[in-house]
């Protein structure tokens, strides 16, 4: 990661961004203190498809989910 001062980075953004698009990161340093990161953008968000009528397609359960478990628990036991 090259550091360099503000005023490099204003006479170099051209090339800095082409290097950035490659994969390159740089830090940007004001009086000798590091203010900023200078990296790639992330990618837009995913987008998901409307999922409204998932549960109306879902069967109807038959026993409660608190049977469900005392039965597996009693096939469970010894």
């Given amino acids: 990661m090259r550091k360099l001062n503000a005023r490099e980075a204003r006479e170099e953004i051209d090339r800095l ?8 990161e740089f830090v940007i340093r004001h009086r000798d ?5 200078l990296v790639a ?12 009528g998932l549960q109306d397609s ?3 359960v038959k026993e409660s989910t608190a049977e469900s478990v005392l039965t597996l628990r009693d096939d469970e036991r010894y």
């Fill in 41 to 52: 953008a992330l990618p837009d968000s995913v987008v998901f498809t409307d999922r409204s």
């Fill in 33 to 37: 203190k590091p203010v900023a990161r």
């Fill in 58 to 60: 879902q069967p109807l």
């Fill in 17 to 24: 961004l082409n290097a950035v698009v490659s994969g390159k």
